[in-house]
């Protein structure tokens, strides 16, 4: 059974900090790993996704994967109110376009 | 811009009665998801196929749930008879040969 885990937070950081959203999994298998937010009441959106161990970076956000220790993080820097959402992490094992499984989420709330 | 679209966005219906859900993938995907969504459970995959084709739907009550792909550019889910515990967010998803899916706005679903 592949179990993807993150605290469910609320995270609070304020105006500017950088957020630091942790993610772990069972599976030594998977190949790929993914970020999407969510805000209320609307669907996952990708962020980004990182196949490789080390940093991936996208504008604000910096994708880490650590495949030894099965841990993904994503850090938001210079976080804005508009960051306000959850995040999910989800984890896909070998091969393209299998399902993803999905953590439950990481409330994240900026204050201003 | 392409996107997962999915009908209806909102349903309120009877326990005992069907619930027909549809998606329309993202033109040229051959991949489509079909995820639920609780506080509880977070994302669960229900089901997928790929070249309309089912791969897996070990996550459907088999009972009361079924899953088809009548043809390439559309995907039904129905719950037939419903239950007020089915009361969830169902979303669609679609994906090709590369790494990313994306999904639909959602299907919000209350079963009373």
């Known amino acids: 059974q592949k179990e993807v885990e993150q605290n469910s937070g609320p995270l609070s950081v304020p105006e500017g900090a950088i957020a630091s959203l942790n993610c772990t999994y069972s599976?030594?298998?998977?190949?790929?790993f993914f970020w999407y937010r969510q805000y209320s009441g609307k669907s996952p959106e990708l962020i980004m996704f990182?196949?490789?161990?080390g940093d991936k970076e996208d504008g604000r956000f910096t994708a880490q994967l650590n495949k030894a220790s099965q841990y993904v993080s994503l850090l938001i820097r210079d976080s804005q109110p508009s960051d306000s959402a959850t995040y999910l992490c989800?984890?896909?094992?070998?091969?393209?376009?299998?399902?993803?499984?999905f953590g439950k989420g990481t409330r994240l709330s900026v204050i201003a | 811009d392409a996107r997962v679209t999915q009908t209806p966005r909102h349903k309120v219906t009877e326990m005992g009665q069907e619930v027909t859900m549809r998606c329309q993938p993202i033109?040229?995907?051959?991949?489509v998801f079909w995820y639920r969504q609780t506080m509880m459970q977070g994302l669960e995959l229900l089901a997928y196929?790929?070249?309309?084709?089912?791969?897996?739907d070990s996550g459907m009550p088999k009972d009361r749930f079924s899953a088809e792909m009548p043809d390439a550019t559309l995907a039904t889910l129905k719950i037939q008879p419903s239950e007020p515990r089915d009361s969830a967010v169902y979303f669609c998803?679609?994906?090709?040969?590369?790494?990313?899916?994306?999904f639909g706005e959602g299907s919000w679903l209350t079963v009373v």
């Open positions: 033109l040229g995907h051959n991949t």
């Open positions: 989800a984890v896909r094992g070998p091969g393209g376009n299998t399902p993803l499984v």
């Open positions: 998803a679609s994906g090709s040969s590369g790494n990313t899916i994306y």
């Open positions: 599976d030594r298998g998977s190949q790929s």
């Open positions: 990182i196949y490789s161990n």
């Open positions: 196929f790929r070249n309309r084709a089912p791969l897996d």
